[in-house]
């Protein structure tokens, strides 16, 4: 049974499944879908062409859906898309794509902690967590369960590989491997998420055969095309070539050891 709390305001174009509910003084504007067991707490602001998953929670003072922090923006029609089963706590912003027809992307059972924000065109893939105050430029991409510390700020473009983490308070201006632990101002990689990876029950020999490529790219000498030649001899591994196809998509270059801010 849909819970709608008296003092909330929901628009006529607003889609919303039998079993949501709504806190109170909270605002759905406009064409927002949302699905079953979803929860919106009170005062959040959901607008524009935004769909909201399954049995998401949304707290106190999110604004998902605003307008594009972007002056290319021309006020076209563009979308939100978020999953299922997140968790998207207070001050949360997201924001819809740039350009006519472009989206954000968010998958399912992320969370997003307080205040971080999700610019436009950003994709967010699943089991990512954000803690609070880490802020994703335009057009990033997060791939399935990378962990972004507090306070990090991410730049535009840049892609986040899955299973990584990053420090709290990092600066993120380069591709940060799928795999690694990352930190610093500019972020660098400081080995492999061996804990991580350890919790989501990589084996043993998986892991010693990620450090075995971490060595060889950044601490063989090879530069970045030479190490990737290299770790074809271990392209049986599906993470090898995870790591292999991540680093020749690259458009911003890879975040490599030693490397100091005036290279970037």
């Not at 707290?59 to 029609?77: C, H, M, N, W």
Request: net charge neutral; proline share 3%.
């Amino acid at each position: 049974m849909r819970k709608i709390h008296p003092t909330a305001i929901i628009s006529s174009q607003a889609e919303l499944d039998d079993e949501v509910e709504v806190g109170p003084f909270s605002v759905i504007e406009g064409p927002v879908k949302i699905g079953r067991g979803t929860k919106v707490g009170s005062h959040v602001h959901l607008l524009g062409y935004t769909t909201i998953g399954q049995y998401c929670r949304l707290f106190t003072g999110a604004v998902i859906g605003s307008i594009p922090q972007d002056l290319k923006y021309r006020g076209e029609e563009t979308y939100l898309v978020v999953g299922d089963y997140n968790i998207i706590r207070e001050y949360v912003t997201m924001n819809p794509g740039t350009a006519k027809g472009e989206s954000t992307i968010v998958g399912s059972h992320n969370l997003f902690m307080a205040n971080v924000h999700i610019a436009h065109n950003c994709v967010i893939g699943n089991q990512v967590i954000i803690a609070n105050f880490g802020a994703l430029a335009g057009h990033v991409v997060v791939e399935d369960y990378a962990i972004i510390g507090g306070l990090t700020g991410v730049h535009q473009f840049c892609r986040i590989g899955a299973h990584s983490i990053t420090g709290g308070c990092s600066k993120i201006t380069k591709d940060i491997l799928p795999f690694v632990m990352a930190d610093g101002h500019p972020a660098v990689p400081w080995g492999i998420n061996k804990i991580g990876l350890k919790r989501r029950n990589f084996s043993p020999e998986k892991i010693d055969l990620l450090e075995k490529a971490y060595r060889i790219l950044f601490r063989s000498g090879l530069n970045v095309s030479a190490a990737v030649e290299a770790l074809g001899k271990f392209s049986e591994s599906e993470e090898i070539r995870q790591i292999i196809t991540f680093i020749r998509n690259s458009q911003r270059g890879i975040a490599r050891e030693g490397l100091k801010e005036t290279d970037v």
